[in-house]
Structures are given as structure tokens and as C-alpha cells.
């Protein structure tokens, strides 16, 4: 396996990845596969991705819901752009 590797990096075979996982690779090969723990490692990962793409979607509403409030009390947009961190363009749409 080893050889393998070595041979692929010498013919320049996915050359940034190979430099930077030769010895995961040869481990992933020499480790018996098992699909149950794939599955789940994969899962656990998707899972970790979608609460932090939740978590960032939470965040942009709560901006967009604090620029609302400070619109309905006249708060300058300048204010409302340093207060949420919003553009002036998605402070007016909430107008």
C-alpha cells in the first residue's frame, strides 16, 4: 500500500491531497471498512453542518428582527448598520 501511495505521488495522482493524507490513506486501507461507523461519522457531520447553517440562519434573522425594532423607532440607518451588522441596502428592505 505504502508503494502504492508512493507511486501515485510520483505520477502526481491527486497531489495536495496525497501530501497531505498519504499515511490517513494507507490507514483507511489497512482498518477493515465498516459501514455502520461510515454511516454514523457521516451523519454525526452533516448534522454538525446543518446546526451551524441553522445557527448562522437564527443569527441573520435576529439582525433582520433588531433593524425591524430600530426602524419603528426612528433609528437612523447608520446606527442600525453598526448596531447589526446589516448593509444599508437590507436595513431598507425591511422598511
Known amino acids: ?8 505521488q510520483k505520477q502526481n495522482l491527486l497531489p495536495d491531497y496525497l501530501r497531505r493524507k498519504a499515511s490517513e ?5 489497512f ?13 454525526e457531520e452533516a448534522e454538525r453542518r446543518g446546526h451551524a447553517a441553522g445557527l448562522s440562519e437564527g443569527t441573520r434573522n435576529a439582525r ?10 426612528n433609528v437612523s ?9 446589516l448593509s444599508e441596502e437590507e436595513i431598507l428592505k425591511v422598511k
Open 1 to 8: 500500500m505504502t508503494r502504492a501511495v508512493l507511486k501515485a
Open 25 to 29: 490513506v494507507i490507514s483507511m486501507v
Open 31 to 43: 482498518n477493515e471498512y465498516d459501514y455502520e461507523t461510515d454511516i454514523q461519522v457521516k451523519t
Open 64 to 73: 433582520i428582527e433588531t433593524a425591524r425594532k430600530l426602524m419603528q423607532k
Open 77 to 85: 440607518v447608520q446606527i442600525i448598520e453598526e448596531c447589526t451588522g
